[in-house]
């Protein structure tokens, strides 16, 4: 059998539009990251969203969709313009927001606030909220532990304290600096100069396969993540 | 045996879809940027380009295969295209590379410039001998490529990467080192026709690889071949098709240049068939003279 020439273009169009099509109509075809959290494997929440699993990228729209939160609690509690463009503000829009703070208010922030709002399991750590955050939490769940509630007092923050220097701040890191985030591997931070002692000293164990990301790995180990990543900013830290 | 019809003037077909593919994946670079600063378009979709590059979906078959995860900023559309196009090269080879892949067609519009400053000499600027070694380079890099990847669960090949620049050389995101290769392949088509699909192109590597199988293959016929060499001038990929009867070097791009088609002077002479062509030594037949 012979192909002429002027038959390419129609098996080429057949065959990636066709496919794209099928692609599509099966719910292969993605071409952006599934914003679907992990799920509890174990206990009386199973099967329901993990907070702990909000991605950076998620907006608020997003974080309100999956966790049945209204999106003006959202933007109330991170102290955020009512008007605001809840399907553009990604929950990491927070760190730039409230760069001018001492103590970091970001996703990490937002997945606490989720967890405590919701009554979910979760791993208290040194993540603060603003006081809005709190004091919601606070009236949505009278039912609050005492550990919840001292935890509460302790790392609320008055986000009005200070006025902020600019709405944004520059992202921009020094030469060769790494930010651990959400997508950060474990091969990232090898090349960043730790040594895999120093990470397993970090870890409490071994560590996995190189291109596995820190924040899965804790995930699947049930280790918090913003501790693992403190630590291992300060081993980064000249 | 006299040429039997002389050569078609105008833009060929392929040209054609070269142009339809390089405008939508500008359109969506374009697309993207400006949704990314605030402007919404209407009807476009927000798409990254690593999300339409069927090579992502190469490099993340490791990091499925052991996370069920891909590898950051690759999703199932680049695999789901890898297919697709794997399924393409069986067919036809790799298409993809001369019809459809947007670094490709730059290079080759670049060229026409260097042909008309170079003349003869253009494309044919190395020594024979270093040429073919340096032809092999790519799978050096498409391995390098695999295993970095793989290894890191990072994109890393993007600070490499001239069709990613080519795209986005506006935004600030690009590596440098990516800047300097991408000028680096421009003013090398000056030179020579599609040098980083010649000598670094992973993917056109891999792809490569499927002109010994693909079941549509370019074959010339000794019989009514008149040994002109037209269609080893007309090769971008500088192969000798007249000296073979079924071409399954792994640089052919599919591209259908040499063809009876294009340069091939005579009818039914070069032609893209799934039947195999017997050498002459197999049938007794031998090429004729000019």
């Known amino acids: 059998m012979r192909l002429r020439q002027k038959f390419v273009p129609i098996v080429i169009f057949a065959v990636l539009l066709g496919g794209i099509g099928l692609a599509k109509l099966t719910g292969v075809w993605a071409t952006t990251t599934n914003r679907n959290p992990a799920r509890y494997n174990s206990g009386s929440f199973a099967g329901q969203y993990n907070p702990a699993d909000i991605r950076g990228s998620y907006t608020f729209t997003d974080v309100a969709r999956l966790f049945g939160i209204d999106e003006q609690v959202l933007l109330s509690a991170f102290a955020l313009p009512a008007d605001t463009d809840t399907s553009q503000y990604r929950t990491r829009d927070l760190e730039a927001r409230y760069a001018y703070l001492d103590q970091e208010i970001g996703n990490e922030s937002v997945q606490v606030f989720v967890a405590l709002y919701k009554q979910l399991p979760v791993v208290l750590d040194d993540t603060v909220l603003p006081e809005q955050a709190v004091d919601l939490i606070r009236g949505a769940n009278p039912d609050l532990t005492q550990e919840q509630r001292d935890w509460l007092q302790a790392h609320e923050v008055d986000v009005s304290s200070v006025s902020p220097p600019a709405e944004t701040v520059s992202s921009t890191h020094a030469a060769g600096e790494i930010q651990i985030n959400g997508k950060t591997t474990f091969q990232n931070l090898l090349d960043a100069g730790l040594s895999r002692q120093q990470i397993e000293s970090v870890l409490g164990q071994a560590m996995p396969a190189t ?4 924040k899965d790995f804790c995930l699947a180990e049930n280790l918090p993540f913003s501790d693992v990543k403190n630590a291992l900013m300060v081993l980064l830290s000249p | 045996m006299k040429p039997a019809k002389s050569l078609k003037k105008g833009w060929p077909i392929r040209t054609w879809v070269q142009l339809v593919f390089f405008a939508w994946i500008a359109v969506l670079a374009v697309g993207k940027g400006l949704a990314e600063a605030g402007v919404d378009i209407p009807f476009l979709p927000e798409v990254s380009l690593h999300a339409v590059c069927p ?8 990091n499925l295969a052991t996370l069920g995860r891909y590898v950051q900023k690759i999703h199932a559309s680049a695999v789901v295209l890898m297919a697709l196009v794997f399924g393409l090269a069986v067919l ?36 024979p001998r270093t040429d073919r070694v340096l032809r092999y380079a790519r799978y ?8 970095v990847t ?6 890393i090949f993007s600070d490499f990467d001239p069709y990613y620049a080519l795209f986005h050389f506006w935004t600030g995101e690009v590596a440098p080192t990516a800047l300097v290769i991408l000028g680096l392949t421009l003013a090398g088509s000056l030179l020579t026709e599609r040098p980083w699909c010649k000598y670094a192109c992973p993917y056109g590597a891999l792809l490569g690889l499927f002109n010994k199988i693909r079941l549509f293959k370019v074959r010339r016929r000794p019989a009514s071949c008149i040994n002109c060499k037209l269609c080893d001038r007309a090769c971008p990929m500088n192969i000798s098709v007249s000296t073979d009867t079924n071409i399954t070097d792994h ?15 005579v009818p039914d002479t070069v032609v893209v068939e799934t039947r195999a062509v017997k050498r002459p030594a197999e049938s007794g037949q031998t090429g004729g003279s000019l």
Do not use: D, H, M
Not at chain 2, 55 to 62: A, K, P, Q, S
Not at chain 2, 140 to 147: A, G, Q
């Open chain 1, 211 to 214: 291109n596995q990301t820190v």
């Open chain 2, 55 to 62: 090579f992502g979906g190469v490099v993340t078959l490791y």
């Open chain 2, 92 to 127: 036809l080879g790799p298409v993809f590379c001369g019809w459809v892949c947007p670094l490709g067609s730059i290079q080759e519009w670049i060229g026409k410039i260097g042909r008309k400053l170079l003349g003869k000499r253009y494309n044919r600027v190395l020594l």
């Open chain 2, 140 to 147: 050096l890099v498409l391995v390098w490529v695999v295993y």
């Open chain 2, 150 to 155: 793989a290894r890191s669960g990072s994109l």
């Open chain 2, 251 to 265: 640089q052919c791009i599919s591209c259908y240049a040499c063809t009876s088609e294009n340069a091939c002077p």
